[in-house]
């Protein structure tokens, strides 16, 4: 395979990086293999050395390659996990498309055959702008902020933090600086404010210096931003935000009846939880 540069084609080691890319998707080489050494693949594509150092340098930025010091370069050995963002209200999980996330986290990981564990914190903080937006407070008021950090077998997995304004917190167990028995949804509904609707934004960005260290993802891998304001029929009652670093999940959102999806899956063999 030879990769050439012609007018207008984009720098050799961006094409080498691309295809190294595709033979990555294709299965070539799975989880945790080690590349073909820079010798080889120098052969492989008729290329210098160089080039294909810039290629493979792309590839661990991406996150799809780790350099171990001394052995080599090796795919990144972590699958991508699927969390059901929303659940259709329909079939054997009727009524738990606003499930807690703590219990839909949890069977998920039971059902991946992975080890969750989580670390908790409550804090008092100032609203940024767009949570007080959602909220409907002014920006820079009070808000009570309870943060989960979910780890699947000790990896750096999610970043969950609930918003609620203040007033609304105060003199619950909302305050508690310990995990509440039952999820913060039993006590938003010990209060009478039951959540019965919700409105997610979906972002994409690159995370900052600390989430980049606690996720210990490549330095090209972006977040994925799940921000969800929850409503009860007075209004908005919390604005949780997730971050997830997009090299190991993949959210999915269940729309309307699907018993024909639960059929297929039945006649294939295939697992439901599979888009």
């Not at 590349?35 to 080889?40: M, N, T």
């Not at 969390?83 to 219990?103: F, I, K, V």
């Not at 305050?175 to 913060?184: A, L």
């Not at 210096?209 to 330095?219: D, N």
Request: glycine residues 10%.
């Amino acid at each position: 395979m030879n990769i050439s540069r012609a007018p207008g084609q984009a720098p050799k080691y961006q094409r080498l990086a691309a295809d190294l890319r595709r033979r990555i998707a294709a299965g070539e080489w799975q989880g945790g293999a080690a590349l073909p050494v820079e010798a080889e693949l120098e052969t492989q594509y008729g290329v210098a050395r160089n080039t294909v150092r810039l290629a493979v340098d792309v590839l661990v930025n991406e996150g799809q390659l780790v350099r171990v010091q001394g052995k080599g370069t090796f795919l990144k050995d972590h699958s991508v996990l699927d969390h059901h963002a929303y659940r259709s209200a329909s079939g054997p999980q009727a009524g738990d498309s606003l499930a807690s996330p703590s219990e839909v986290y949890a069977e998920e990981a039971q059902a991946a055959d992975r080890r969750l564990t989580a670390d908790f914190e409550m804090l008092i903080v100032r609203a940024r702008t767009d949570i007080a937006e959602r909220l409907g407070l002014r920006p820079g008021e009070a808000v009570v902020l309870r943060r989960v950090l979910r780890f699947l077998d000790s990896e750096p997995w999610s970043i969950e933090e609930s918003h609620f304004p203040a007033g609304l917190a105060a003199g619950t167990p909302l305050m508690d600086p310990d995990p509440v028995d039952g999820g913060d949804e039993m006590v938003l509904a010990d209060i009478g404010r039951t959540e019965i609707g919700a409105v997610d934004h979906l972002t994409a960005r690159m995370p900052g210096p600390e989430e980049a260290q606690w996720f210990q993802a490549g330095p090209g891998v972006p977040l994925m931003v799940q921000t969800r304001a929850t409503y009860d029929t007075r209004g908005p009652v919390r604005v949780i935000e997730t971050r997830y670093s997009a090299d190991r999940s993949r959210l999915l959102y269940g729309l309307g009846e699907l018993a024909g999806r639960a059929a297929h899956a039945a006649r294939t063999g295939r697992t439901a939880v599979r888009g």
